[in-house]
């Protein structure tokens, strides 16, 4: 079983910054792909950002062009870096691993952390 072990999140103004990171137990070289979502009060998980094991990325639209996802593969880690943060990306930031075993898909998550984004 995977195990992901997040970053604390924290509060963070208008148009700052913040880095998340996700350590895996397992290789990320083994995991199909790994990716953020978030949850924010009252509205529905959202995916926010993937990275495939041979490095493809795709993003939502409202994070295009100010989050980056990246990772280590030397430390298993994959990185959630944000900036021009606004409000409205104020949820719990879950990381997430889809991994391929014995002919099944299976969906891992980390722990969540809150990231708050207000003046």
């Known amino acids: 079983q995977v195990q992901l072990v997040e970053s604390e999140g924290g509060l963070v103004q208008p148009g700052g910054s913040l880095r998340l990171s996700c350590a895996s137990s397992?290789?990320?070289?083994?995991?199909?792909?790994m990716g953020w979502y978030r949850q924010a009060p009252g509205k529905e998980r959202e995916l926010v950002a993937t990275i495939t094991s041979y490095g493809s990325t795709n993003y939502v639209d409202s994070v295009k062009g100010r989050f980056t996802i990246s990772r280590d593969n030397a430390k298993n880690t994959v990185y959630l870096q944000m900036n021009s943060l606004k409000p409205e990306d104020t949820a719990v930031y879950y990381c997430?691993?889809?991994?391929?075993?014995?002919?099944?898909?299976?969906?891992?998550w980390g722990q969540g952390t809150q990231v708050t984004v207000s003046s």
């Open positions: 397992e290789s990320i070289a083994s995991i199909n792909a």
């Open positions: 997430n691993a889809r991994s391929l075993r014995r002919g099944l898909w299976y969906f891992e």
